[in-house]
């Protein structure tokens, strides 16, 4: 059985101490649980962030992007301008993204475009950076100067289908993630899809277009590596039973730089004894230790798809809607959006931040998303997530309705980062709105945010530290 708890006391009794302790009753979400386990203790600057974070957001007279006082944004890139590189135009869907140092105070920004068959503009098809002509996915890659300016913009890799997430590498470079399973001969592909791409944002034809088959073929969401043994952790965002998976990555040749994870390795799959449906706990600080880790018996799922595949004994554990990850301390960070008993999970909540520590081998519930608040806003679910300069997270928010990135702080305040103002999602196409690719310059001056559609790349500046 888990053990219940936290190391930073008691745990509220009602959803509405929750919300009124983290201030979220204005805001329609709750942040919970053993707030403490998400920050090292270098991030103890998130403590000077008060009650209402960065202060209210200020209407944006041009109608993009509502931000705080103090902050301003502008816009590096949209969908369907020229990129600078002469290729064509920037392509549409913008998705997960991360910032890299390069030479002379410069950033090189890796962008994903998840666009699927139907693609509005297709990440333009270059010799030597396409893996599949008739894939219309793929990623952009924007190198800013120390001021923050544009000075080059062109196809990092082409080719590929529905690139969600991803992760950044211990070496620099961008691992982009298919959420897909699309096999040749569907939606008119030419290869097999529900890969990972490795993509160097400084020189992408260092990495080409090659798919990192032994890391498994399936609806790939987002990764994280551990720094020290090199291993990948990786979320699969399944739509239907049985849903997604928690994966890790043993490489055979581990932190070995550039190209490295092509020599292969092992993949395997979580197993949380006695716990089958990850949606079925609700308490926060739940932890289960002994977590055990199955072999996957058939990685590129040549005949069944991963999850469907017969784990033995014990099987393995799912969990709806697996997407966002990170790397913080000595973790690995995944977020489960949501889960709803109605579509097959064991229960129902509306977003959930796991830790899982591998010197423990222990699985941690941190956090946990209505839906039984006092303030139910439907669709209001995490999904990128990242670290901030204060210390605190930032979230992108997934749903219809209003989008927001919003932020939490070390004692579990949460606060309003930025408002999207260009368009609203709806319940048909919560995506339309979506925020996406949170993440922080490596001097930590700047969040770099995409809309999702119309796709659009802002750069926020302000006091982050303060």
Not at 110 to 136: C, F, Q
Not at 209 to 234: C, S
Not at 298 to 323: N, W
Not at 341 to 370: C, K, M, N
């Amino acid at each position: 059985m888990p053990e219940t708890g936290s190391d930073t006391g008691s745990l509220p009794s009602t959803r509405r101490q929750l919300l009124a302790r983290s201030g979220a009753l204005g805001i329609g979400i709750a942040f919970s649980g053993a707030l403490s386990e998400l920050f090292t203790p270098a991030a103890a600057a998130a403590q000077n962030l008060g009650h209402h974070g960065y202060g209210p957001l200020a209407p944006d007279p041009d109608g993009l992007l509502d931000l705080p006082k103090g902050f301003r944004y502008r816009v590096l890139s949209r969908e369907g301008d020229p990129l600078r590189s002469g290729e064509g135009p920037v392509p549409s869907n913008h998705d997960g993204m991360a910032a890299f140092a390069g030479g002379q105070g410069r950033v090189h920004l890796v962008r994903n475009h998840e666009n699927r068959a139907n693609g509005r503009i297709p990440v333009p098809v270059v010799k030597g950076l396409t893996y599949d002509p008739e894939g219309k996915g793929g990623c952009t890659s924007l190198t800013l100067d120390s001021r923050g300016r544009v000075r080059s913009e062109r196809v990092a890799i082409a080719g590929t289908a529905v690139n969600c997430a991803g992760g950044p590498t211990p070496w620099g470079t961008w691992l982009t993630c298919e959420e897909t399973e699309d096999r040749a001969g569907t939606n008119g592909y030419t290869k097999d899809h529900g890969f990972i791409f490795e993509v160097d944002g400084a020189d992408p034809r260092r990495t080409g277009a090659v798919p990192l088959t032994a890391m498994g073929r399936f609806q790939h969401e987002a990764i994280a590596v551990d720094p020290k043994r090199g291993v990948v952790y990786e979320t699969e965002d399944a739509f239907e039973r049985p849903f997604g998976l928690f994966y890790r990555f043993l490489p055979d040749k581990p932190l070995g730089g550039t190209g490295s994870l092509r020599a292969g390795g092992r993949l395997q799959a979580m197993r949380v004894p006695g716990v089958p449906d990850l949606s079925s706990v609700q308490e926060t600080g739940a932890r289960f230790d002994g977590i055990e880790w199955v072999d996957v018996p058939d990685p590129l799922a040549a005949g069944t798809p991963i999850r469907f595949q017969d784990f033995g004994t014990g099987g393995v554990t799912h969990a709806q809607k697996l997407e966002g990850c990170y790397w913080g301390g000595q973790s690995a960070y995944f977020v489960s959006s949501f889960a709803r008993s109605a579509e097959g999970s064991a229960g129902d909540h509306y977003g959930q931040i796991w830790r899982y520590d591998p010197d423990r081998r222990r699985l941690t519930l941190v956090i946990v998303f209505g839906p039984d608040t006092d303030v139910q806003l439907p669709g209001e679910s995490p999904d990128n997530i990242c670290l901030a300069p204060s210390g605190g997270l930032m979230v992108c928010e997934d749903g219809g309705g209003a989008q927001h990135v919003y932020g939490v702080t070390r004692r579990g305040e949460v606060y309003e980062v930025a408002h999207n103002r260009q368009n609203r999602g709806t319940a048909e196409d919560p995506d339309f709105g979506e925020f996406a690719g949170v993440t922080f310059s490596p001097d930590g001056r700047t969040m770099y945010v995409n809309c999702y559609d119309p796709g659009t790349t802002f750069a926020v500046t302000g006091p982050w530290r303060r």
